[in-house]
C-alpha cells in the first residue's frame, strides 16, 4: 500500500458545510495527487503537488482547494460541500515519477 | 476530452479464457502506460505498466501489447479466473513537464465466471 493513509474512511455531510480529507504517507515522496472516482468518469485529477507548498490543478479543480505544509500529508478541502461532491476519494504518490500508488480511498456523501 | 479511451465498458469471461480490454490514445507525449487493478471498497493497484519502447511484456498471467504506430495497447489477461475478477483501467503518462499526471481510462468491469 506504499504507506498511504486516508482519513476519515466514510463521510456523510451536508450541502454546504465544508470538509477536509486528509492523505498521509510515510516515505517522503515528492509527488501526491488527489483523484475523485465517479461511475462512467473513471479516475480525474482534482489536484497535485510536487512538493510542499507547491501545488498546481487538476482536471475537476473547481469546488476544491489542497494544502501541503509537510512532506507527508496531502490535505484536500471542499470549501462548500455540494451534492455533486458526493464520490470516492483517492489519493496516490508517484515513486520516481513513474508508478503511481492509491490510497484505500474515502467515501464522501453529500446530502 | 477524452485522451484515453477505453474499452469495452464490461467483459464477461468464462473461466479459463483469456481477456483483452484495448485501450487507445492521441497524445504522442505520453511516454508510460500503466494498467490498474481495482477490486471494489478498495484503491486502484498497480498491476502492470510498459515503456513505448517495447511492444509487448509479460507478468505471470498478464500481457500489455503495445501498438506504437496505431496509439493503442491492450492487457490480455491468459487462464482468466474467478479472483481476476475487478475493474481495470489504462492509463497514460505525459512527459510534458515535470508534474508525472496520468490520464486514465474509463475502465473496464470484467467478470470471470466460474
Known amino acids: 500500500d506504499a504507506g498511504i493513509t486516508q482519513s476519515p474512511r466514510h463521510k456523510v455531510t451536508e450541502t454546504g458545510t465544508p470538509v477536509t480529507l486528509r492523505c498521509h504517507q510515510t516515505?517522503?515522496?515528492?509527488?501526491m495527487y488527489w483523484y475523485r472516482q465517479d461511475p462512467g468518469h473513471g479516475l480525474r485529477l482534482i489536484h497535485y503537488s510536487y512538493g510542499v507548498k507547491d501545488t498546481d490543478k487538476g482536471e475537476v479543480s473547481d469546488g476544491y482547494s489542497v494544502s501541503r505544509s509537510k512532506t507527508e500529508d496531502f490535505l484536500l478541502t471542499l470549501e462548500s460541500a455540494t451534492s455533486s461532491q458526493t464520490s470516492v476519494y483517492f489519493c496516490?504518490?508517484?515513486?520516481?515519477?513513474?508508478?503511481?500508488?492509491f490510497g484505500p480511498g474515502t467515501r464522501l456523501t453529500v446530502t | 476530452q477524452q485522451q484515453v479511451k477505453q474499452s469495452p465498458q464490461s467483459l464477461i469471461v468464462q473461466k479459463g479464457g483469456i481477456s483483452i480490454i484495448n485501450c487507445a490514445y492521441e497524445?504522442?507525449?505520453?511516454?508510460?502506460f500503466p494498467w490498474y487493478q481495482q477490486f471494489p471498497g478498495k484503491g486502484p493497484a498497480l498491476l502492470i505498466a510498459i515503456r513505448p519502447d517495447v511492444s509487448e511484456k509479460k507478468e505471470g498471467r498478464f500481457t500489455i501489447s503495445f501498438n506504437k504506430s496505431a496509439k493503442q495497447f491492450s492487457l490480455h489477461i491468459m487462464d482468466s479466473q474467478p479472483g481476476d475478477s475487478a475493474t481495470y483501467f489504462c492509463a497514460a503518462r505525459d512527459s510534458g513537464g515535470s508534474n508525472y499526471k496520468l490520464t486514465f481510462g474509463k475502465g473496464t468491469l470484467l467478470t470471470v465466471n466460474p
Open positions: 497524445n504522442t507525449a505520453f511516454d508510460y
Open positions: 496516490a504518490i508517484s515513486v520516481m515519477g513513474y508508478e503511481q500508488y
Open positions: 516515505e517522503n515522496h515528492r509527488y
